[in-house]
């Protein structure tokens, strides 16, 4: 088992930054990426940025050039910095945990991210 702690997230203005965390714990041996998702209201929950074990990262298009994923492997801790951040990146965010290109096996509780206009 892997537990996810994510902390960060809150109110922000549009054009703002927020910085969110994610530390695992347990069994960490068991991943090889961790992702970041979101899930807005009344829509479906989607990949937002993933980060492998070598460093490889993805982005979804409409973060691209403004989200940065990163990870300091002796903390076992990601991180997801965003910049010029938009109403529409209002959501929930979720830390996942997972193995190749399988659906994330470990999901934290997720944090509340709010761009006000």
């Known amino acids: 088992q892997v537990q996810l702690a994510e902390s960060g997230g809150g109110l922000v203005q549009t054009g703002g930054s927020l910085g969110l965390s994610c530390a695992a714990s347990?069994?960490?041996?068991?991943?090889?990426?961790m992702d970041w998702y979101r899930q807005a209201p009344g829509k479906q929950r989607e990949l937002v940025a993933r980060?492998?074990?070598?460093?490889?990262?993805y982005y979804t298009n409409s973060v691209k050039g403004r989200f940065t994923i990163s990870r300091d492997n002796a903390k076992s801790t990601v991180y997801l910095q965003m910049n010029a951040l938009k109403p529409e990146d209002t959501a929930v965010y979720y830390c996942?945990?997972?193995?190749?290109?399988?659906?994330?096996?470990?999901w934290g509780q997720g944090t509340q991210v709010t761009v006000s206009s």
């Open positions: 347990g069994n960490i041996g068991s991943i090889d990426r």
């Open positions: 996942s945990a997972g193995l190749a290109s399988r659906p994330p096996i470990y």
């Open positions: 980060i492998t074990n070598s460093g490889t990262t």
